[in-house]
C-alpha cells in the first residue's frame, strides 16, 4: 500500500483515511480534537504509507529551523554530557532540539561557534566560555539569540548564566575543616590564575582555610587536568612526596574518582583515614563506594534559567540590559566524608 517511489503527503494521508486534512493535522500535532477511533485509524495509516513530517520544512516556513546549537569545552567530561541531556529534556518540550559541538575549550573554537551559528541554521547558540576575552565577546557580530554559560563574569551584551565556583568550593572545603582536618590536599586548583573554574574553586578553598583560621599550605595544591587518571596520580605524587594530607578537596567529582581508586589501591579508607569531596555531582557519584560527597551546582536551576533566557530571545524579548544570573551551589554529603 505505501508509496516507495513518491513522497507522501498529509493529503494523501487524508485521503487514505477517509478523513480531511485538518484531522491529520490535528493528530500530528496532538490537538485534542479528534475521536480514539479516528485517531487510532489516521496512525495506522500513517504507518502504512510511511509518511513522514518535514520538520525542516515546517520550521522553515516559520522562519525558524528548530535547533538549538551547544557549544562546550569537551564531549568526554559527564557533566557536559548530562547538561546537553537536561537541555534536550527541556527544549524538546518546546519543539526544539539540540545539536552539540566542541570547541576543545579554545578562544578559536568559541569564537568559530558564534561565528557561524547562524550558517549552520540554529535558532540560537548556547555557549560554553573558557577563552574567549570579555573584550572579544563585545566584538562579536551576531543576531541569532545566544547564552553564555561559564564560569567567571563577563561583561557582554550577551545573557550568561554562571554556576557559584567560589562559594561551592568554599562549602565543600568548609565542611571538611569544621570535622577537624587541618591538611586538605587540592587536586586542579590553579590560585595564581585568571577567573577560570579552576582558579575560582581554588579562591573557594583559601577562603575556607580563611574563615576557620586555618593556614594554607600550598604544597597540598596539585595541578592536575580533570580526567580520571590526572586524580588518580596526583594522590599517587602526593604519597611520593611524601606529603601528608587527611582530606582532598578534587575539583571536579572525575578527578575525585580517579582519587578514590588511588587511595584504595595503598590501602587508605575512606573517610576514616583520609575524607574526600568532589564538585559536580554527577550522576554516577552517588553510586561509588563509598558515595562521593560533592557539590551540586544547581543542576535543574541551571539547565531552567538557561532554557528560560534562550526562549524569551527566541519569541523576540525587548532589547534590555543582558541579564546575567549567578546559581547557588548546594553541598551534596555522603560516604566520602565524615558528618
Known amino acids: ?21 485538518m484531522t491529520v493535522s490535528n493528530v500530528i500535532n496532538g490537538r485534542p480534537r479528534v ?12 504507518g502504512e504509507l510511511g509518511y513522514q513530517v518535514n520538520l525542516a520544512a515546517r520550521h522553515l516556513r516559520a522562519g525558524r529551523t528548530g535547533v538549538i546549537g551547544l557549544a562546550v569545552p569537551e564531549l568526554e567530561r559527564p557533566y557536559f554530557g548530562q547538561l546537553a541531556a537536561r537541555l534536550a529534556d527541556r527544549f524538546d518540550a518546546h519543539g526544539l532540539r539540540i545539536v552539540t559541538e566542541r570547541t576543545g575549550a579554545s578562544r578559536e573554537g568559541e569564537l568559530e561557534a558564534v561565528a557561524f551559528s547562524r550558517l549552520r541554521m540554529y535558532d540560537g547558540l548556547i555557549l560554553s566560555v573558557v577563552d574567549i576575552d570579555p573584550a572579544e565577546l563585545g566584538q562579536l557580530r551576531t543576531d541569532a539569540p545566544v547564552v553564555m554559560i561559564g564560569e567567571r563574569a563577563l ?6 548564566v554562571m554556576m557559584d565556583n567560589v562559594d561551592g568550593a568554599r562549602q565543600a572545603v568548609g565542611h571538611l575543616l569544621a570535622t577537624g582536618v587541618r591538611r586538605v590536599a587540592m587536586l586542579g586548583g590553579d590560585p595564581d590564575g585568571a577567573a577560570t573554574m579552576p582558579a575560582l574553586r581554588a579562591e573557594g578553598y583559601v577562603l575556607a582555610h580563611t574563615e576557620a583560621g586555618v593556614p594554607v599550605d600550598r604544597e597540598l595544591n596539585v595541578r592536575c587536568s580533570f580526567g580520571l587518571r590526572d586524580g588518580y596520580d596526583a594522590i599517587r605524587g602526593l604519597l611520593d612526596r611524601e606529603v601528608a594530607f587527611d582530606a582532598v578537596f578534587a575539583l571536579t567529582d572525575v578527578v575525585a574518582m580517579g582519587a578514590l581508586r588511588a587511595l584504595a589501591d595503598v590501602g587508605l579508607r575512606v573517610p576514616d583515614d583520609v575524607q574526600l569531596i568532589g564538585f559536580d555531582d554527577i550522576d554516577e557519584a552517588p553510586y561509588l563506594v563509598p558515595a562521593l560527597s560533592t557539590v551540586n551546582p544547581g543542576h535543574e536551576v541551571l539547565a531552567d534559567t538557561i532554557t528560560s533566557l534562550m526562549m524569551a530571545q527566541i519569541k523576540g524579548r525587548p532589547a534590555g540590559e543582558p541579564q546575567e544570573i549567578v546559581v547557588p551551589a548546594q553541598l551534596v554529603l555522603r560516604g566520602t566524608t565524615r558528618a
Open 1 to 21: 500500500m505505501g508509496k516507495p517511489s513518491t513522497v507522501v503527503t498529509m493529503a494523501d494521508v487524508a485521503r487514505a483515511a477517509g478523513v480531511s486534512t
Open 35 to 46: 475521536g480514539a477511533e479516528t485517531r487510532e485509524r489516521v496512525l495506522a495509516t500513517i
Open 155 to 160: 561583561p557582554s551584551r550577551f545573557d550568561h
